[in-house]
């Protein structure tokens, strides 16, 4: 099981940019391809973008798509979201995840789940 821990949620007005991070708890990410999740308050948790194992391939939800980068720094155990063009639509709580398939958006292909971080964007 590998533990994760996402940074660098906060609040930013819209058409601002946060760079989220997901870190790996002592242990090496290179075996898994990994996603990014939200989920907003009375809303089912959704996918938003995942990258493979090598980072060559990324995968994004339309709602985010020319506007997140999902990236990854297996030396650092880390795997990132930059967010730009923020809308008051994307407020929610991100969670980065593990998965040993892709690309997939669905939420039971995902394994190792982080506590989250809160992302606010003010209109």
């Known amino acids: 099981q590998v533990q994760l821990v996402e940074s660098g949620g906060g609040l930013v007005q819209a058409g601002g940019s946060l760079r989220l991070s997901c870190a790996a708890s002592?242990?090496?990410?290179?075996?898994?391809?990994m996603g990014w999740f939200r989920q907003a308050p009375g809303k089912e948790r959704e996918f938003v973008a995942a990258i493979s194992w090598s980072g060559g391939h990324t995968y994004y939800a339309d709602s985010v798509k020319g506007r997140f980068t999902i990236s990854r720094d297996d030396a650092k155990y880390t795997v990132y979201l930059q967010m730009n063009s923020l809308k008051p639509e994307d407020t929610a709580i991100y969670y980065c995840?593990?998965?040993?398939?892709?690309?997939?958006?669905?939420?039971?292909?995902?394994?190792?789940w982080g506590q989250g971080t809160q992302v606010t964007v003010s209109s």
């Open positions: 002592g242990r090496s990410l290179s075996s898994y391809a």
């Open positions: 995840a593990t998965t040993n398939a892709f690309p997939t958006q669905w939420v039971e292909g995902y394994r190792d």
